[in-house]
C-alpha cells in the first residue's frame, strides 16, 4: 500500500473507532490511532487465526478499526492509572 492508502484507511478506522469508543483525538489523531490500530488489529487476528469477513480495502478497514478500538481502550486504561 503507498502512504495515501495508509492515511485513508487510518483516517477511516480512526474516525471509525472514535465514534463506536469515544475518543475526540482529531483528525491527526484519529489518522495516528487508525494506522497503529491496523498493526495491533493484524497482530491480533494473525494470533487468533481468524480471517477478516470481507476483501479488500474494506476488510484492512475492518482489521484497522478492531485494532484502533482495542488501542482507544488501551490509551483509556493507561489515562486512569
Do not use: C, E, K, N
Not at 475518543?23 to 487508525?34: A, F, Q, R, T
Not at 480471517?51 to 478492531?66: E, K, N, R
Request: net charge positive.
Amino acid at each position: 500500500m503507498d502512504i495515501l492508502t495508509w492515511i485513508i484507511v487510518g483516517l477511516v478506522a480512526g474516525v471509525l473507532a472514535s465514534l463506536v469508543a469515544g475518543g475526540g483525538y482529531g483528525i491527526i489523531g484519529d489518522i495516528i490511532i487508525g494506522i497503529v490500530g491496523a498493526f495491533i488489529g493484524g497482530w491480533i487476528f494473525r494470533q487468533m487465526h481468524w480471517h477478516t469477513p470481507f476483501g479488500g480495502l474494506a476488510g484492512t478497514i475492518f482489521v484497522a478499526f478492531i485494532g484502533a478500538v482495542v488501542l482507544i481502550f488501551i490509551l483509556r486504561l493507561i489515562r486512569r492509572a
